[in-house]
């Protein structure tokens, strides 16, 4: 076929940008920014603009695979096969245990549709409130902020708002890496109104902060404490909005008497700020004529989550900035479409059309319009219940479908417990390699970006249709199909000679039937179909039968969807963190997004070019924690919480306050072993239990490993990756990245207290193609030095040093300049481990700040040296100039040249 372009969407964050996808009806070719998409009008950031080079096939779920006991192996199934197994199994633990025997655990990134089989399948045919999904660890609390201080889960503002404000608080949001086409955006507006104020508030210092004009470094988790501060300074000053307050809103008067003892020297200690720039802050937030807030997890992961939302909500309130261009409380969702499944009902406690599973009433109008007899009244079990619910035995069967929960749900141990306990685990997703999948004892291959057809909603309730360029590979099958194939046999089952509930054909039909649910309610979108955003492009809602447009701003009257049609404050008082430091765990240990990776790297892990600008995982800390732990850069540190513990390399870093320390939340045990969420807390959110994932109480222990490994290969990094992540599960500290851009090779370092066993290291080097061919190798067991390269054709092509490893990163660089010289022979045939010459262990690999136009950050230092500005870096280099993801580095880095960076605390 000819080469084509589908106008689709972004499958990563919620900014929702639209993509023209480049193909030939087989294989995606490229990837561009849709130029008419009201979301992003064309730009896209570093990982959507890379979208084409992820999702390496060898990586795919191509057939279904089935498993018949637990210590049997998976095998390859047919589509029939797989799910008349899946449907005999589910039918039998239903009629011998009963309905809440079950569950279905979900994704913010599936389409509308894909949710909306869920829902009806579990609601209505199993009869079970057991459905819930990963936004239980992303947005929940910003559902229940919403509900309870407007009366509805609607985030009221538009993207254009971020040009229109005068006054912009990002709070708990990096958005420079997580939502980067509208950070954009925010530059762009303030670079053409430099007066526009924004304040960021975040314990780090992030990228974000390159664009603040005040960064409130506050002390994780009393974000509330600050809100209320902020508030009771609005109130002393008088910076308030009477008329709406009296006009609008409710119960100001216990939230006054709440914020009087919130004193600003009390918050400025109790925040680890200074009063001036807590008073600063009050005065941007209370005198500027519009005032936006921006929020992501630093707010919604956290015991306090919903206070957090609501405190902030409160501010709006106070000064009436709501229901105006450029004001307005505007959560950021995380992922795509984490939206959609807040309005099809996809959380344990919701409905579709924006309503309560606790509720008879709202049960009732969902039964009747799916013509059941009635919808559950049992309360659904949220995600870390759920989970603990399958370990303890009560959940027999459960259905996973677009999350990996054995990287990214809190207290690892547990779940992965769980996984193993749990009689029958089926697993719908489009990646074989993912933590979860060893657990499947049916694994179904879904179709996925660029695949399948649907509707996505973005953060600023825009409505997309995702359209299909290819077909999928192998048998993967999208997810609305799989769910409505499985739903058709097992309603043959439970409810033999009815009507079906899932005779649904196309995409477009399940959109119909689940929009009817929206008539009337706030969210009514009955006026949108597939075939009007085909014919008038994405829209917002609400957006009811009959209207000629779209909502782009909500509660422009002041009638809130409350019970008494006006906003509520709320007073809920500041409640510290769950685990305080202390002398056994005196660390906080936050955790949150790399720029370039996407969770748990499924697709992103497979192009190596986005491991350029972060390569592996590591823990930051301030430099004043490494002195006193008399730690360098790079050292393994046993890392430990209350419940667990990981190996990692360490790194010095000020923009994290002492008495913190930052580990990205990507890192799952396939790429770190133990990985990451090892170490976080399952505690969670009285309200919105959303667990408290930005908050764990950890400690550093010294670690005697004396025994290092370093391996890197060219060549098919997925099999080489498949191949010996296995054998390296006996090392104490594993970690593996992807390097290299033209050529991709894979890179394992490991550690251990001895040395392993000499046919483990042959094993490896099998796989690595050291046992025979062109190879150098040079060993003194002795010693410990033991070192392999293979040239293949003037090339290395393969590195495996073992026991002492000082030269690894000048390997790497010789490796990535291609260089294999007569040096490295002599030092490869020498018994030397460390490198020759001043090129010492302390060579680091090349970090790339530019990944469109692969710039290092060592090229970016040296025009900085020479006297360039960004526009000089911008022309001589070409960094910056296509997604611009790099630039906010880029000004820091500019900026650190002419002064040292410090705390603005
Ligand atoms: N590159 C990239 N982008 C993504 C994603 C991705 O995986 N990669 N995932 C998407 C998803 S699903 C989500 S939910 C969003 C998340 O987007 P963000 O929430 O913006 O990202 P995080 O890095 O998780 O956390 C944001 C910040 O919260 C800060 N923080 C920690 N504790 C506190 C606190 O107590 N108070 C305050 N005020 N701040 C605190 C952290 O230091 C961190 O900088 O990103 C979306 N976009
Ligand atoms: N420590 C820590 N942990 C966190 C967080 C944190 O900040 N810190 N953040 C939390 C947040 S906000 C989130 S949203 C979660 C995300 O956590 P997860 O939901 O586990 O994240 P993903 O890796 O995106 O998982 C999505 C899976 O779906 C698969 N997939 C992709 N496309 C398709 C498709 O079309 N169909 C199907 N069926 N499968 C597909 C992917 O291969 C991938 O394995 O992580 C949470 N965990
Ligand atoms: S900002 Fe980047 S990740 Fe988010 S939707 Fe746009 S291109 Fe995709
Ligand atoms: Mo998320």
Redesign the pocket.
Known sequence: MSRQTTASTCC???VGCGVLIEHDGEQILGVSGDPTHPANFGKLCS?GSTLHLTGDLAARALYPELRLGKALARGRTDWDTALEHAATVFAATISEHGPDSVAFYIS?QLLTEDYYAFNKLARALVGTNNIDSNSRL?MSSAVVGYKRSLGADAPPCSYEDLELSDCVMI?????A???PVLFRRLEEAKSRRPQMKVIV????R?DTCDLADLHLA?L????VALFHGILHLLLWEDWVDRAFINAHTEGLAELKNLVRDYTPQMVAQLCGISVEHLQQCAEWVGTSKSFLSLW????NQ?TAGSAKNSALINLHLVTGQIGRPGAGPFS?T??PNAMGGRETGSLSNLLPGHREAANAEHRAEVAAYWGVEKLPDTTGLTAIELFEQVQSGKIKAMWIACTNPAQSLPDQQTVRAALQACPFVVLQEAFHTTETAPFADLLLPAASWGEKEGTVTNSERRISHVRRAITAPGEARPDWAITVDFAQRLERRLRPGQPSLFAFEQPAQVFDEYKQLTRGRDLDLCGISHALLDRLGPQQWPFPDGALNGTPRLYMDGIFPTESGRAQFVADPYRAAKEQRDARFPLTL?T????????GMSRTGTAAQLFGHVSEALLSVHPDELRRYRLQNGDLVNLKSRRGSVIVAVGSDDSVRPGQA?LP??WGDRFLKGGVNALTQPAFDPLSKQPEL??SGVRLEPVKLPWHLFALVEGDVQQHFEALRPLCEDFSYVSLSLTGRERPALLIRAASAQAPDPQRLHDIDQQLGLNDGPVLAYDDPRRAICKRVRIDQGRITAIRLAGETLAQHWLQNLWLEGRADEQLRRWLLAPLSTPPGSAGATVSPRKTLCNCKNVSEDAVCAGIRNGLDLQGLKQQLGCGTQCGSCVPEIKRLLAASVQPIAFTS
């Open positions: 990563y964050c919620g990982k913010g992303c709070v708990g949001s990096n958005m890496y997580a939502h508030i975040d314990p780090r992030t506050i994780p988790g009393t974000d992501c997890m630093g707010l956290s950021l995380g992922q936050i949150g997004r790399l720029r370039d990776q996407w969770h930052f939340m990507h930005k908050h």
